[in-house]
């Protein structure tokens, strides 16, 4: 995995049938990683949404809309999937809330991991937590915004201890892959961190919430150009999530 290969991204969320949720990722982690990334892709992270107990949350990569569509094009096309999609389908209830993202610059996407993926059968998950925070607004993300969280909303996370290990914004381009939907005509921009727990995640976004400086400055100028509140996505990582 890598900032710099991964040009496109998808954050999918998907809502499961009631007490499935560990059936899909179990299956996930057996049969859908390394047969999705044999074919080009990257499987960034796979998470379970911490509020919402039927919410399975992945990213996966590409290294641009072309590729995308021949991975996918491979993957589902191909035996793996054949042999276990049914089992898959079978817990999901909807699967299109799918954002198309790419990095805002050349070094806001997702850093090489730092250790190789834990191997098949590993059971016990990681402690730590990946939140994502979705910012909309009813026109595209631009150059101005790009700066302004460079330069002033960055800091201010990372003096919180919420720094950004990545951000992105909506990806406009024409889906390649049309069988798989993903939600059209909205504008998005969306920063990650990682934090060591539920605790520690708590402690430094109420420590962003009390800088003076978020409160004073950054906050009043999202909210003039944010279309509604930003989303929050606590998200706990599988045992074979790479980003953890």
């Known amino acids: 995995m890598s900032g710099a290969r991964s040009q496109v ?10 007490g ?24 960034i992270g796979q998470f379970r949404d911490v509020d919402a107990a039927d919410r399975f949350v992945w990213l996966r990569g590409f290294p641009d809309m072309r590729s995308r569509e021949a991975a996918l094009r491979t993957f589902y096309g191909g035996p793996v999937w054949a042999a276990h999609r049914d089992a ?10 799918v954002l198309l ?9 997702f850093p090489a991991p730092s250790e190789p993926r834990p191997p098949v059968g590993r059971a016990e998950s990681p402690s730590s ?3 994502a925070t979705l910012y909309r607004r009813d026109r595209p993300f631009d150059e101005e915004f790009a700066e302004f969280f460079r330069r002033r909303v960055r800091p ?17 381009a024409e889906n390649t892959y049309p069988v798989l939907p993903v939600r059209p005509g909205e504008n998005f921009f969306v920063w990650f961190a990682r934090f060591a727990g539920r605790a520690d995640a708590t402690a430094r976004l109420r420590r962003l919430e009390d800088s003076r400086a978020w409160r004073d400055d950054v906050s009043p100028r999202l909210s003039a150009v944010l279309a509604s509140a930003p989303q929050r996505l606590v998200l706990a990582p599988t045992a074979r999530s790479l980003l953890h």
């Open 9 to 18: 991204l998808e954050l999918r969320q998907y809502t499961l049938r009631s």
């Open 20 to 43: 499935t949720r560990d059936v899909l990722i179990d299956l996930f982690e057996r049969e859908f990683v390394e047969s999705q990334e044999a074919t080009g892709m990257e499987v």
């Open 88 to 97: 898959a389908r079978a817990t999901m209830v909807d699967t299109d809330d």
């Open 101 to 109: 993202l790419r990095p805002v610059d050349e070094g806001s996407g």
């Open 129 to 131: 937590l990946v939140v």
């Open 156 to 172: 201010v996370l990372a003096e919180a201890g919420a720094a950004p290990l990545a951000y992105l914004q909506t990806e406009h």
